[in-house]
């Protein structure tokens, strides 16, 4: 990452938001029906990004992603 500017790396940050949001198109968890360790990763990343203070290009892009949101509520439901 240090040899790429930071617009750089926020492109190649929403492009990774954006191929995630794809794949998980409107599945309930990254692999199925039921949670897995992947989706306590992913929700870990997301929600910091969705839910964190601090605006800036990967949670500007990530909430045109409306998939996100309802994955990172799923997940709270689910476990809190």
């Not at 750089?8 to 794949?23: F, I, K, P, Q, W």
């Amino acid at each position: 990452m240090g040899r790429h500017s930071r617009s750089e790396v926020y492109e190649m940050g929403n492009a990774d938001l954006s191929a995630l949001s794809v794949y998980l198109a409107d599945k309930p968890y990254a692999l199925g029906k039921q949670p897995t360790a992947l989706d306590a990763t992913l929700y870990g990343f997301l929600a910091h990004i969705l839910w964190s203070p601090y605006e800036y290009p990967l949670k500007t892009h990530a909430r045109t992603l409306p998939n996100f949101e309802a994955y990172c509520q799923r997940m709270r439901k689910q476990y809190y």
